[in-house]
Structure formats: C-alpha cells, structure tokens
C-alpha cells in the first residue's frame, strides 16, 4: 500500500486553513483539510488525530481523492496509526519583503497573518512533537512570522530538524543563532548572478544586500547546519550558461558550497513534462556538471525534478566538452521553444 509521513503525522499552516501537507505536485487534486477556516486557535489534539487518522485509512484503501498520484506516497505495510506530529511546516504568512515575479502569491496576500506560537508551544509542552522531527518555515518571508523567533527557538529547543526558506533580504540573528546551536538548513533562492537580473526577476533592488546576508549566514554554518542557495530558472530572464556561470563565480566569492537547481513555478504547471523545453534540461545537467567540476554540493529541487521526470529528452554528452557548442544548442533550443515562455503575473 502507498503511505505519506506528511498525510500522517504532518501539519501545514495555511492562509486560512489547516491542511495535513503543503504538497501541490499531482494534477491539482487539492489537499486533504483538517480544519477550515483556521487562524491559529489552539484545538484538542484527540479531535485532530482522529481526523489524520481517518485520513491514514481512506489512504490504506486507496479512497483518498487529494492524495492520488502524489510523488510523496511511498510503498509500505499497514499499520495501527500513532499519535504524534512528525513533520510541521509553516505557509500561513504571505507577507513578504520581495516581490519575485514567478510567486504565484503576488501581492494580493500580502496582508496580516496569524500567530502559530502558542499552539506550538500547545504541541511540545504535551510532548506530541517526535524529537528529531522537521518544522519548515517557508511561505511568504518567515523572519516577517508574528513570534518568529519565539517559535524557531522552540523547534531548537526540541531538536527538530528545520528548514528556512528566506529571502535573506532581512539579517536574522535567530537563524544565525539557531545554526549555530541546531540541525538547520538555510535556503535562499537568489536566482541572478548580478544586480541587474535581480532586480528583473524579484522586481526589487536588494541584490547587494541578499549577498551581504549570504556571507553572514555561511559564517554560521556547523558541521549540522547548512546554507543553500538556490538558482530557480526563470525561462527568458536567467536562462543562459553565462549567467550560471557568473552565478557560480558569485558564490565561490560568498563561500557557499551548497547550491540548489530549481524550475520556476509558473513555467512548471504551465507546460506539461512532455512540452517542457529542451534547453532548460541541458542547463540543469551544466549545472550538475559544473558543481562536481568546482566542488559545490549540487541538488534538484521539487519543480525541476517533477517537470524532468519522464521529460523524454535526453541530452548530447559530447557537447559538454565545448562549451561554445553547448551554447549555440542551447541558444537555437531556447529560440525554437520561445513559445512555451508563460506570461507572468507581474512584468516590469
């Protein structure tokens, strides 16, 4: 039978509602809920646990719409359900301090966001938090989270293993503190390698201190602690192997050694796998290649590995030798595909 953590022991803070997951990357199924609306009341942990349990079995019988065709279902044994939050990930802030032209939010949730912190705190004093577990801040900018640091030194303090997506534009002493104490990973999508394409992609001018920002949080970093910076392709605008290169150079100046390969939102929904245009694969395998080359730790991401499964485009290696080859294929690719670009919510 297929089984997910995150349907079972997973909790995700929505605008308005609380859903089991935050996974989104199967034809548009929906999520299952366990309570909307939802703005960060403290409820009984019996009552919802039923509620997750009932999901668990519709799921052991197949029954469970929302969930079908999922890339997180795992094969696995039944088993009697157990009582305990595993995984928590926190979406219920659309606040952010950038404005990247691919976020399929925009502004029109830029607005007030509940606070977690007390049922948080509800959750770990009744020890219903599995020590070792992931907590996730992402969704919208988490350093704007009403109680933020109050809730990331809680998951410190409970040896969770936390992820932060940032946009770095905002120093934050917390994160700093908590890599340096905990099991922290750090990303930030920086997506440019110079000021100019920033501005274009994330439609704000804080390039310079992004990087600045990425220079103090890799002083932080511990043997369990990790920052990751990630470059998501933005078809039309970084696309190029001179810009990932000049991105890569940035990098090496900041000390980073982690860095993450990701396709942007919009194209990915946009263009089946089938559809997806050719170049973006030959990027992604030069990024691979030249992370190994230059000693970074390399990683595709959730939309570039949904969109490259099963693409059915497989790539020349002999044009990985020249790199002057390589860039004509690419650029007649990116020419012959300039149809499959979307049009973005939001343009300069």
Excluded at 17 to 33: A, K, S, W
Excluded at 152 to 162: F, G, N, Q, T
Excluded at 266 to 278: G, R
Aim: proline share 2%; hydrophobic share 35%.
């Amino acid at each position: 039978m297929l089984r997910c953590e995150l349907l079972e022991h997973g909790l995700s803070f929505e605008l308005d509602v609380l859903y089991d997951c935050c996974m989104t990357h199967h034809e548009n199924l929906g999520r299952p809920i366990i309570k909307k609306p939802y703005h960060g009341e403290i409820f009984d942990w019996d009552k919802l646990f039923e509620i997750k349990k009932e999901h668990y079995l519709c799921q052991c019988k197949n029954t469970l719409h929302e969930c079908q065709g999922c890339l997180y279902l795992r094969e696995s044994d039944y088993s009697e359900y157990e009582k305990y939050i595993s995984w928590i990930m926190f979406n219920q802030s659309k606040l952010c301090n950038s404005n990247c032209k691919y976020c399929g939010d925009n502004l029109s949730y830029n607005k007030d966001f509940y606070d977690v912190y007390p049922l948080i705190k509800d959750l770990m004093d009744k020890n219903y938090f599995k020590k070792g577990g992931l907590v996730i801040f992402q969704g919208g900018e988490p350093t704007l989270m009403k109680n933020f640091d109050k809730v990331l030194m809680l998951a410190v303090e409970h040896d969770a293993e936390i992820k932060i997506n940032t946009s770095a534009i905002k120093f934050s002493d917390e994160i700093c503190y908590a890599m340096k104490k905990g099991n922290v990973f750090v990303c930030i999508s920086l997506d440019s390698p110079n000021r100019e394409v920033y501005k274009k992609i994330k439609l704000t001018d804080k390039f310079d201190t992004v990087v600045e920002n990425i220079m103090k949080y890799a002083a932080c970093q511990t043997e369990k602690s990790v920052l990751k910076i990630k470059y998501i392709l933005v078809p039309g605008d970084n696309d190029s192997i001179e810009y990932i290169d000049e991105f890569f150079e940035k990098m090496k100046s900041c000390n980073v050694k982690n860095i993450v390969g990701d396709l942007e939102y919009q194209y990915s929904i946009k263009n089946p796998k089938s559809a997806l245009s050719p170049h973006l694969v030959y990027l992604f395998e030069y990024m691979k290649r030249k992370a190994a080359e230059e000693g970074f730790n390399f990683e595709l991401f959730n939309f570039a590995l949904y969109a490259l499964d099963e693409c059915g485009f497989s790539v020349e290696d002999e044009l990985f030798a020249d790199k002057n080859l390589l860039s004509e294929k690419i650029n007649f690719l990116k020419e012959q595909n300039k149809d499959k670009n979307v049009a973005y919510a939001k343009s300069l």
